[in-house]
């Protein structure tokens, strides 16, 4: 050490030499303090040895406990932030709906008690814009597969009590528009909710043709409940495509001889659960006894998990009272 410092002395001020020997010095100290072995580059290879003049370096074992160790850490660390991004995407969706349900209530109280017309629906069998089907009386046109930009969004009764397009959109959503060719394009969709059947302020179908039951007036809605009557629902991307979310009512069933099917499918992509917004304006997070695997429009139900959410889902919309 002292013949490291006699060395540095006897060198020119400010050289490369002095500077390579003041660092070895300094590693030959460090080194010292540790009580690891240290070799001293000798002086005559200062130059040469520039990059590797401090002998302090990791062994390989060493290294391997580094590298373990990180991956230990990611491995503990990765699932719990899917699992936040999940949780963050899952409540970013909600305060959506609860948005959507805010622009309905202000609907109503600018419409004299009145609720949204929803009359833009395509007919479950005939895959056709259904009777009573319309572009303008309804809160927001549209098919969401082919829907490129927000301008159907932008005509929907309801735009004017909010203005952003974002609240249309689950942000976990990442399916994207594609033409009626069916060419895939880039574009994310622009919505994923549907309003539910049971809300429909303007019903325009001739009047012997029999339409889901449904409430005109925010304050007539008794059963089933404001509390328990969902308005808004987040939509299986595969399956969305008009703004009407259709689920046989309760009653019909035995009343007209029809089968129990998914007229439309519920989202799936919240760890395999939906979001709503009910009639009195709360909202909620739903998980699903079964996944909700999309395979056709009127798709039947899949097993006993299956049927126990669509009761569940059926039970928050209108039920058949009226006799025909």
Not at 127 to 147: E, H, I, K, M, R
Not at 189 to 218: C, D, H, V, W
Request: glycine content about 6%; some cysteine.
């Amino acid at each position: 050490m002292r013949a490291l410092f006699d060395l540095f002395n006897a060198t020119p001020p400010n050289s490369l030499e002095r500077r390579v020997i003041w660092t070895q010095a300094q590693c030959v100290k460090r080194s010292m303090t540790l009580g690891r072995p240290m070799t001293v580059v000798p002086h005559d290879t200062a130059h040469s040895a520039l990059g590797r003049h401090c002998g302090l370096a990791f062994t390989l074992i060493e290294l391997l406990v580094v590298i373990a160790i990180i991956a230990i850490l990611a491995a503990l660390l990765l699932p719990g932030l899917s699992k936040a991004k999940a949780q963050a995407l899952s409540v970013a969706c909600l305060n959506n709906l609860k948005q959507l349900q805010v622009c309905c209530h202000l609907y109503a109280l600018d419409h004299n008690d009145l609720l949204p017309p929803n009359n833009f629906v395509y007919d479950v069998n005939t895959g056709q814009p259904s009777v009573g089907f319309s572009t303008n009386v309804t809160w927001c046109p549209g098919l969401a597969p082919y829907d490129a930009t927000s301008a159907n969004i932008e005509r929907g009764l309801l735009f004017p009590y909010n203005r952003s397009v974002a609240i249309y959109h689950c942000p976990a959503d990442k399916s994207t528009v594609h033409t009626t060719n069916g060419i895939q394009l880039p574009n994310l969709r622009t919505r994923s909710y549907n309003m539910s059947q049971s809300i429909n302020g303007l019903p325009i179908a001739p009047e012997l043709y029999i339409l889901p039951p449904s409430f005109q007036k925010e304050s007539s809605i008794d059963n089933p409940s404001p509390s328990q009557l969902f308005v808004f629902i987040d939509v299986h991307e595969d399956g969305i495509l008009d703004s009407l979310f259709g689920i046989l009512p309760p009653g019909w069933a035995p009343m007209f001889g029809m089968a129990e099917i998914w007229w439309d499918l519920p989202a799936n992509r919240h760890s395999q659960g939906c979001s709503f917004s009910f009639a009195d304006g709360h909202v909620e997070h739903w998980r699903w006894t079964a996944p909700k695997v999309f395979k056709e429009i009127g798709q039947d139900i899949a097993g006993d998990g299956d049927m126990k959410d669509f009761r569940r889902v059926q039970a928050g919309v209108r039920p058949e009272t009226r006799s025909f």
